[in-house]
């Protein structure tokens, strides 16, 4: 197989289904605030959690990963519009593998880990009509 054929070779698959709510009336503020779960397949559970038997050590037994629940989801994000174009943003997320099919992985060196950001959105192009008219 070629590199350019190994591009779109099978990873392994994912699910993700989530509950939301979006509050889009908070006096020019949007607030998002999401909760789930990400699910994989063997394949795809094995390039984060497999150790190979060759590639074991002392503190770092051999392990075969299972297919299942790889981490919850907690989500946030807010933004608010500074104008028909421009809006500025935030978001946060916590994701836990606290009760994950691999959170016994030698790999796992924390069971929870989050991430945060910050930007400015611009809305470039809008069509005449908006859907809804």
Do not use: C, K
Request: avoid cysteine; charge should be positive; aromatic fraction near 10%.
């Amino acid at each position: 197989m070629s590199d350019a054929d190994d591009r779109f070779a099978y990873r392994g698959l994912a699910l993700e289904p989530r509950i939301q709510w979006n509050h889009r009336d908070l006096a020019g503020w949007r607030l998002t605030v999401s909760a789930g779960a990400l699910l994989g397949d063997r394949r795809l559970v094995g390039a984060f959690y497999d150790v190979a038997p060759a590639f074991a050590t002392a503190a770092r037994l051999a392990y075969d990963a299972e297919a299942g629940l790889i981490a919850w989801r907690l989500g946030m994000t807010a933004s608010y519009r500074l104008t028909r174009d421009w809006r500025v943003f935030g978001f946060g997320r916590l994701d836990s593998v606290a009760g994950a099919a691999n959170a016994d992985s030698p790999l796992v060196s924390r069971a929870t880990g989050y991430g945060a950001g910050v930007g400015v959105q611009r809305t470039g192009m809008r069509s005449e009509r908006s859907a809804v008219d």
